[in-house]
T-cell receptor, first 109, second 115 residues
Framework: LAKTTQPISMDSYEGQEVNITCSHN???????ITWYQQFPSQGPRFIIQ???TKVTNEVASLFIPADRKSSTLSLPRVSLSDTAVYYC??????????FGTGTRLQVFP | DTEVTQTPKHLVMGMTNKKSLKCEQH?????MYWYKQKAKKPPELMFV???????INESVPSRFSPECPNSSLLNLHLHALQPEDSALYLC??????????????FGQGTRLTVV
């Protein structure tokens, strides 16, 4: 059973910042939070991973509050090519990588 | 090389056929995974190999038989499949089996159609 809850879908326009929130109320001490992006008929692609506070890389930022019961993936200035499904995964060192329902992001021109 | 290579990309097989899906990685990853994905659904975990040993079988029917001949290769043998087994089959690998440092790399998948 997936440990996460995300919105089913979101819409945005090019150039806007998109924030996708994931709820993981039962996160364990040793769990990490990882986000993946998937385009149709392709395998998921790692975006970002974090444990607490804020993580930033060249494509996204991940915000994790102190209680770690949720996380927010932030995509700055989205483009049409960011239209995809975004998955939030929570897993510890010996856990299985279980995908939740994901968030289908549609970016409009 | 940060690729997971899956072959074939597409496969059509009859219900009495035997076929195999192949997956290869050369990143030194010791965890390898098989997922099944139906249209507009999330990937569904099937099997996990850790250090070339089967560590997780998510109650997958025996018509799916995984094999890990060495640390770089993962096979999925298919026999007597049903039309409902038609899906995208994804292979993935990661450095460790689990959450920490678990940047899993996925292949492009094999689109399987059972007729």
């Amino acid at each position: 059973l997936a440990k996460t809850t995300q919105p089913i879908s979101m819409d945005s326009y090019e150039g806007q910042e998109v924030n996708i929130t994931c709820s993981h109320n039962n996160i364990a001490t040793n769990d990490y939070i990882t986000w993946y992006q998937q385009f149709p008929s392709q395998g998921p692609r790692f975006i970002i991973q974090g444990y607490k506070t804020k993580v930033t890389n060249e494509v996204a930022s991940l915000f994790i509050p102190a209680d770690r019961k949720s996380s927010t993936l932030s995509l700055p200035r989205v483009s049409l090519s960011d239209t995809a499904v975004y998955y939030c995964l929570v897993a510890g060192n010996t856990d299985k990588l279980i995908f939740g329902t994901g968030t289908r992001l549609q970016v409009f021109p | 090389d940060t690729e997971v290579t899956q072959t074939p990309k597409h496969l059509v097989m009859g219900m009495t056929n035997k076929k195999s899906l192949k997956c290869e990685q050369h990143m030194g990853h010791r965890a390898m995974y098989w997922y099944k994905q139906k249209a507009k659904k999330p990937p569904e975990l099937m099997f996990v190999y850790s250090y070339e040993k089967l560590s997780i079988n998510e109650s997958v029917p025996s018509r799916f038989s995984p094999e890990c001949p060495n640390s770089s290769l993962l096979n999925l043998h298919l026999h007597a499949l049903q039309p409902e087994d038609s899906a995208l089959y994804l292979c993935a690998s990661s450095l460790l089996d689990g959450g920490m440092d678990t940047e899993a790399f996925f292949g492009q998948g094999t689109r399987l159609t059972v007729v």
